[in-house]
């Protein structure tokens, strides 16, 4: 008997990074897995799987015959209506149990670590911030051609207001850098006064690691920051912090949830019993002030601040604790 289980995922880059905080509850429950994604660098050198396939890799006909198939679709749940958490249906589905507790998961390689540290070394200031002010794009579709405008949920912060905030950000942070995480074919790669990488997004959570917080809207950006405890602000729409947040995370929001209305739908537009597009009946209100982003950052880079002066004075007095111990 194989004992595997192989468990298909499909969907976007931030969902499959929210699938990682289950592994750990997976492997107790099915054993050793497998895992099947659009995006399998996101799970490689996790400890709870044995393999990660791409489904176009030509591995079916390897599949033991009596290896166990498992797919859960958590969209096609009460979770399309706003309440569980995405995870939380997951759980459900796969019957295991799923607590805020359990955070994504990324692991990655020695290779990809030392590629983001030349980044930051040839193309980033010592201080900076990472930015996400739209979602929606496969990172495998940001060489097509075409302009991709952030449409259907209506996740995107507006692109005036993103400008707005870069450019006040600088004035009140002159010495600090912004990342902007945004996909070359978007019309957010333009904005002024960051700098856009267009590397790998796996190497993103390392960039993560190093920066003072971030800002963004619910997409890949703020699960890959759940992962690699990094405190910083998300911005939701037609989305909320009970579907798709995570502890530690700042979550700012000007919606307003109505009774027996969905806040998202992943199929499609959905219309009112009159016909009229429901995103477009005060759903969404007006967005997040910029003033709004700026306080809440502000907040996160004075702790980070003080967090890291507090590390450096811990280790320059064990450092001179140990040179006092060899003279």
Known sequence: MSELTYIMIEGGLGKECAFTALLSKLKERYGRIVVVTPYPQIFFGSPHIVGVHHPEEAFYDRIPRDAQILHREPYK????????HLCYEWARQF???????????FFGTPQWEMEAVNLRQQRLP??????????????????????????????AYPLNMAQEFINAFHKKFPDVGIVNYAMINEEY??????????????????????????IAVDSSLHHMAAATGTPGVVIWGTTGPDM????????????????????????????????????????LSTAVPVKELIEAISGIIRRSNAARAKACRRQGAGSATSGAGSA
């Open 126 to 155: 010592r201080e900076y911030i990472l930015i996400q002010f739209a979602g929606g794009q496969s990172p495998h579709d940001a060489n097509k051609p075409r302009v991709f405008r952030p449409g259907g949920q209506r996740r």
């Open 189 to 214: 790669c333009h904005l002024q006064g960051c700098i856009t990488l267009n590397t790998a997004y796996w190497h993103y959570p390392y960039l993560l690691r190093s920066s003072l917080g971030f």
């Open 244 to 283: 798709l947040g995570w502890e530690g995370q700042i979550n700012l929001s000007n919606t307003t949830q109505h009774e027996g209305r969905p806040l998202c739908h992943p199929f499609g537009d959905v219309k009112n019993a009159d016909g009229t597009h429901w995103v477009d009946r005060d759903i």
């Open 77 to 84: 749940s009460p979770y399309i209506f706003g309440k569980t």
């Open 95 to 105: 019957e295991i149990e799923w607590t805020p507790a359990d955070k994504p998961q």
